[in-house]
């Protein structure tokens, strides 16, 4: 069968930085896959190379069947995209979010009607729909953000530190919606955390990035398992494979970054 | 199946002689989307606009009155005022469109521009839509220009040629300079160095222009590089067409044929450059 993402040997270098060093993955169709590893282990350079922002530098890759690199547009009809950083405009209310981007991916006005209210009640939006995003909450907006990379029902759905910044309640609620996501509609969902918890919710399988390499892979229990079993949590396999300090990477543009994403709007 | 159906809308052109056709409809339909998104932006908040206006109100009202007295400018038969009319308006175009390119570093510094670049649309169809854009913003200095002109008692032609004409040369004229504005912004990539490069392009594409005195009182090299200056262009168009019985210096034909030629090359530089905003 064919993966819905796949990859052999995908590298990237910035100058004599290996970011991402000869990953090699598959994801099956339907499955939820965590790529985990503190900041600056390349989780965000592989979300990039796959949704076709960034060349690789070699190896191959693709996404619902189509090559990353020979046919890109292919690979975008495909897939959604919810950044790590920000992406709905404040400037505009929830709705005209959504109408902006289902224009532009050339969805019918008749399909418009139906879809575009479709997805603000999935995520619970429908209240709120006509209020400017300005005024959301950091929650509501990645929830909207995650309403319009499904919008078009891509095969494959890219969430790049879902909730980053977000309070417990946010966290849990952006959680029950990517879960239904998965289990109404049968979307793939590649997604990249720093949470463990957030694997061990969602993650059907995880692979852990640690400079630029995958060090270990499987289903979050087999993890557990391959440290000492019983009682160990998933941030024990965590510091076991990547050393102890969790924030090892980062640099001052992604502290900047990661601040800025936690304050959201304002 | 349906989903195939509504990725690819220009499918249902199935003969090959209709390719290009629907190409181009995706194009600008994908163009348009983008500049609708402008001009909701600018309805939920027009106060921006607003405070555009002071600009070209105080050139007019304080610079224009005291030079059409002083008259030490030759404008020939032209009143002062009238002659520096439609240049304060190419000015206005300009200085709204030059700092376009500092939203498309703040698209990126949040990810707008990442999700935007991910959609199956074409990169010179958003580089368009952008360019567009900032037509939609200029286009409401032109009303503001054209009410203080009024005030001012300035000769302007009123017909429907003369204003379409004038919407036109605005538009094509803020998506030349936002486009090369895009252009720089995907090359620094950083708001503060956007910022003094944009310091630096503006006074020398304004001053070194036909804008506020003629061609004829340049030194050589000045009027050398003016011919060189797409700005002169734009103002001889607007010159030509604002006010009534102006005849033009290069005509109409080569004004619009620079201001199209130059932007056509800047939106097909702009697509190629756009994606490495991203990175």
Known sequence: MTFAVESHDLTRRFGTLIAVDSLTLSVDSGEVFGLLGPNGAGKTT?????????PPTSGTASVAGADIVKHPLAVRRAIGYVPQLLSADGTLTGRENLLIFAKLYGMRRRERKVEIPAALAFMG?????DRLVRQYSGGMIRRLEIAEAMLHRPQVVFL?????????VARQAVWDHIGRLRADWGTTILLTTHYMEEADALCGRVAIMHLGRVVAGGSPAELKESIGGE?????EVFAHYTGDNLDSGGTYREAGRTRRTARRLH | MKQEERAAPHAVFTSPWLRPLAATATFVRQALVIAELEARKLRHDPTELLT???QPALWLLVFGQVFTHTRAIPTGDLRYIDFMSPGILAQSVLFISIFYGIAAIWERDVGIVHKFLVAPASRAAIATGKALSAGVRALSQAIIVYVLAAILQVR???TVQAVLGVIVAVVLGAALFSTFSLIVACLVKTRERFMGIGQVLTMPLFFAS???YPLSVMPDWLRTIALGNPLTY???ALRTLMLSGQASSYGLGVDFAVLTGVTALFVVIAGQLYPRIAT
């Open chain 2, 210 to 212: 036909n804008a506020i």
């Open chain 1, 125 to 129: 939006l429908d209240g709120s729909a």
């Open chain 2, 156 to 158: 302007l032609a009123l």
């Open chain 2, 52 to 54: 555009r206006a002071v």
């Open chain 1, 46 to 54: 592989v979300i990039k190379m796959l949704t076709t922002l960034l």
């Open chain 1, 231 to 235: 009682g160990s949590t998933l941030d």
């Open chain 1, 160 to 168: 790049d530190e879902p909730t980053v910044g977000l309070d417990p």
């Open chain 2, 234 to 236: 734009e103002v001889d």
